[in-house]
């Protein structure tokens, strides 16, 4: 059975919890918190675009659209880095294995960064309730 991205994210989210009661890596715990404020933004601002808070334009839209986007490829690109995170605990773990380490986190940590800016122009919509100005 394949779960739904949300799921993923809901299961990574439990997964993490309970892995910080034994010593989640505070980068994990801060990736983790990243992931579920920007969620919790993205899908309060597509509650107010669909009651009507926020201009039902197209670009509001395509931004929304965009941000909820970005977050599932930021979740998939986590949940890689924890597959790669966990294998090198399981082996010893050579030059290779660490360097693939910290592809798998500068790939989380560039898509965080994506992710903000989208996030951050969330957030100025509805605090201004301006339109996003067409691109």
């Not at 309060?44 to 009651?51: H, I, K, R």
């Not at 294998?87 to 360097?99: G, L, P, V, W």
């Amino acid at each position: 059975m394949r779960l739904k991205a949300k799921h993923k994210f809901y299961a990574l989210i439990l997964i993490c919890a309970l892995a910080g009661l034994i010593g989640c890596p505070k980068w994990d715990r801060d990736t983790m918190q990243s992931l579920a404020a920007s969620k919790g933004a993205i899908d309060q601002a597509f509650d107010d675009y669909n009651s009507g808070k926020i201009d039902n334009t197209p670009q509001n839209h395509n931004l929304l659209i965009t941000a909820r986007s970005k977050h599932n490829d930021v979740t998939q690109l986590f949940l890689s880095y924890v597959k790669v995170e966990q294998a090198t605990k399981a082996q010893k773990c050579d030059q290779a294995c660490k360097d693939s380490l910290a592809k798998a986190q500068a790939a989380v940590t560039a898509g965080l960064l994506e992710l903000g800016r989208v996030v951050q122009a969330i957030e100025d919509l509805v605090n201004h309730k301006k339109p996003v100005p067409s691109s």
